[in-house]
């Protein structure tokens, strides 16, 4: 690929770039002609191809390739990209003979310099073509604003994560998108080598930030992350380590004929393991107004968005959503009090993003002010840190009462799902306690039932819940044996209905 001139750089003079520009007026960035982006819209976008053969790193060295994103109607402002190679970087220079495009482009209009929307890496060029072809294949995506994404262990894309999370879901305010402007691909040293690092210049109207990431390539993808963050003004909700995903429905809750699929999400569930040392899983929702739910906590362990549900039969869909990723949020180092706090959005449609998770700190963050981060991502199929107790495995709601009786008006039946852990090895004719508690409404009929399938340690707990009006409540549930804690603790909002 063609370059420019040669300049020295490194991450402390990144993070001092970042420091000095926090301190300017903030300028929107420019992009083409909007007129002319208008008409790479998703159909035209999807006939333009990066050419391969002018992949970074495609003859090596280190084993991933690198491939670019065109600019487009969704993704109008171009990243400015470079290589950089024991301290010198070289930008990498756009031109369209590195795609692959019909004759009559919108693209073949935009103006020398056009820039790239984004980059991906390819699966290894060492690999197996037969299996995994690196040309059409790969594991890791930047792609709008500052948004990133990798494949699990089950190779398929799912939830997003992004470089910092402004004001998302402030009444008063609208939410901030920053972007990566600037992106340097460090040159790989080790022609072994399983990961990548590359760097990243934050800039937005509230923050600027310098980013370093070590990006390993294994039986999923583990992010190593490092930011400076530097407050050009106060942000009410600074999200840290933000994670976007999908949730429309599942077994839980579903309006009758609403789709042909028994579910649809890319996550069903925010897992979370607190600095006490307790593990919560808390089902998502599809609410019917925004919803912002606030976990408080000191030095968390981790946190995350999970595909729990491995079932085909769950999904029946072709795109396989019983593959998608779990993404689990590792802090290195103490973050302090805060809370990780959940965003849920409704939606009537798989493909708007309707969920945000992250760590917010208790202090506002303000102008003048700057924050040192450092964290792990992990891309997996199932949380990296087992509890080892019986986890959730579903959450079922129907009507409350007896069969055979009729039915009472503002009463819902629950059924939870626990399995594995201490479950397994329970002595026959034990069954556990279900410690139950609410923010408001009572329980009746409730007992636990190991599930007649056949199968060590699944139990369900079963209670009904009666509330008058439509606030929602909040319920709280684990299993225990005397004095031992079985299960992780379910935690779930309930809106009436």
Same mark, same amino acid.
């Given at each position: 690929?063609?370059?420019?001139?040669?300049?020295?750089?490194?991450?402390?003079?990144?993070?001092?770039?970042?420091?000095?520009?926090?301190?300017?007026?903030?300028?929107?960035?420019?992009?083409? !002609?909007?007129?002319?982006?208008?008409?790479?819209?998703?159909?035209?976008?999807?006939?333009?191809?990066?050419?391969?053969?002018?992949?970074?790193?495609?003859?090596?060295?280190?084993?991933?390739?690198?491939?670019?994103?065109?600019?487009?109607?969704?993704?109008?402002?171009?990243?400015?990209?470079?290589?950089?190679?024991?301290?010198?970087?070289?930008?990498?220079?756009?031109?369209?003979?590195?795609?692959?495009? !019909?004759?009559?482009?919108?693209?073949?209009?935009?103006?020398?310099?056009?820039?790239?929307?984004?980059?991906?890496?390819?699966?290894?060029?060492?690999?197996?073509?037969?299996?995994?072809?690196?040309?059409?294949?790969?594991?890791?995506?930047?792609?709008?604003?500052?948004?990133?994404?990798?494949?699990?262990e089950l190779y398929q894309y799912g939830l997003s994560a992004r470089?910092?999370?402004?004001?998302?879901?402030?009444?008063?305010? !609208?939410?901030?998108?920053?972007?990566?402007?600037?992106?340097?691909?460090?040159?790989?040293?080790?022609?072994?080598?399983?990961?990548?690092?590359?760097?990243?210049?934050?800039?937005?109207?509230?923050?600027?930030?310098?980013?370093?990431?070590?990006?390993?390539?294994?039986?999923?993808?583990?992010?190593?992350?490092?930011?400076?963050?530097?407050?050009?003004?106060?942000?009410?909700?600074?999200?840290?380590?933000?994670?976007?995903?999908?949730?429309?429905?599942?077994?839980?809750?579903?309006?009758?004929?609403?789709?042909?699929?028994?579910?649809?999400?890319?996550?069903?569930?925010?897992?979370?393991?607190?600095?006490?040392?307790?593990?919560?899983?808390?089902?998502?929702?599809?609410?019917?107004?925004?919803?912002?739910?606030?976990?408080?906590?000191?030095?968390?362990?981790?946190?995350?968005?999970?595909?729990?549900?491995?079932?085909?039969?769950?999904?029946?869909?072709?795109?396989?959503?019983?593959?998608?990723?779990?993404?689990?949020?590792?802090?290195?180092?103490?973050?302090?009090?805060?809370?990780?706090?959940?965003?849920?959005?409704?939606?009537?449609?798989?493909?708007?993003?309707?969920?945000?998770?992250?760590?917010?700190?208790?202090?506002?963050?303000?102008?003048?002010?700057?924050?040192?981060?450092?964290?792990?991502?992990?891309?997996?199929?199932?949380?990296?840190?087992?509890?080892?107790?019986?986890?959730?495995?579903?959450?079922?709601?129907?009507?409350?009462?007896?069969?055979?009786?009729?039915?009472?008006?503002?009463?819902?039946?629950?059924?939870?799902?626990?399995?594995?852990?201490?479950?397994?090895?329970? !002595?026959?004719?034990?069954?556990?306690?279900?410690?139950?508690?609410?923010?408001?409404?009572?329980?009746?009929?409730?007992?636990?039932?190991?599930?007649?399938?056949?199968?060590?340690?699944?139990?369900?707990?079963?209670?009904?819940?009666?509330?008058?009006?439509?606030?929602?409540?909040?319920?709280?549930?684990?299993?225990?044996?005397?004095?031992?804690?079985?299960?992780?603790?379910?935690?779930?909002?309930?809106?009436?209905?």
């Amino acid at each position: 690929m063609k370059t420019g001139a040669p300049e020295p750089f490194s991450f402390e003079a990144l993070i001092e770039r970042a420091r000095a520009t926090a301190s300017q007026p903030y300028i929107v960035p420019s992009a083409p !002609p909007a007129e002319l982006l208008d008409k790479l819209d998703y159909e035209a976008l999807g006939k333009i191809h990066f050419r391969s053969e002018f992949a970074l790193f495609a003859q090596g060295p280190g084993q991933f390739p690198v491939t670019f994103f065109h600019p487009g109607k969704f993704f109008p402002r171009p990243v400015r990209f470079h290589v950089v190679e024991q301290g010198i970087a070289r930008e990498l220079l756009y031109d369209k003979a590195y795609f692959d495009m !019909p004759a009559d482009s919108p693209a073949r209009q935009l103006p020398a310099g056009g820039g790239f929307a984004g980059f991906r890496v390819q699966e290894s060029r060492r690999g197996d073509p037969q299996k995994l072809d690196w040309r059409s294949n790969d594991w890791v995506a930047f792609l709008g604003a500052s948004y990133f994404r990798a494949i699990g262990e089950l190779y398929q894309y799912g939830l997003s994560a992004r470089g910092i999370a402004v004001d998302v879901a402030q009444a008063d305010r !609208p939410e901030e998108f920053p972007d990566f402007t600037h992106i340097w691909l460090e040159t790989p040293s080790d022609d072994q080598a399983d990961a990548i690092t590359l760097y990243a210049l934050l800039y937005g109207p509230s923050l600027c930030g310098a980013y370093r990431f070590v990006i390993g390539r294994g039986a999923g993808v583990v992010m190593e992350i490092e930011a400076a963050l530097f407050m050009r003004r106060e942000v009410e909700r600074f999200g840290i380590a933000p994670l976007s995903s999908m949730y429309w429905f599942s077994e839980q809750a579903k309006k009758t004929a609403v789709d042909w699929r028994p579910e649809v999400h890319d996550s069903d569930g925010l897992a979370l393991w607190t600095g006490a040392g307790e593990h919560i899983w808390r089902p998502l929702n599809n609410p019917s107004r925004t919803m912002a739910s606030a976990f408080a906590d000191n030095n968390p362990r981790g946190f995350g968005l999970l595909q729990r549900d491995r079932d085909f039969s769950h999904y029946l869909d072709g795109v396989h959503y019983e593959r998608r990723p779990s993404v689990w949020v590792e802090p290195l180092g103490e973050w302090g009090e805060g809370a990780v706090q959940l965003v849920e959005i409704p939606t009537d449609d798989e493909i708007h993003d309707n969920i945000v998770a992250m760590w917010v700190p208790r202090a506002i963050a303000g102008p003048g002010s700057d924050y040192r981060l450092h964290y792990r991502l992990h891309w997996l199929a199932d949380e990296p840190y087992p509890s080892g107790m019986a986890r959730c495995v579903a959450t079922r709601l129907g009507n409350g009462g007896q069969p055979g009786q009729p039915r009472p008006q503002g009463v819902r039946k629950f059924m939870v799902e626990f399995m594995g852990g201490p479950l397994e090895t329970l !002595p026959f004719g034990t069954s556990p306690e279900a410690v139950l508690s609410a923010s408001r409404g009572t329980f009746s009929y409730v007992f636990t039932e190991a599930i007649p399938d056949g199968v060590a340690g699944h139990w369900r707990a079963q209670f009904d819940l009666t509330v008058e009006g439509e606030d929602p409540v909040e319920i709280r549930l684990y299993l225990r044996l005397g004095e031992q804690t079985l299960s992780e603790t379910w935690l779930y909002q309930y809106h009436p209905f």
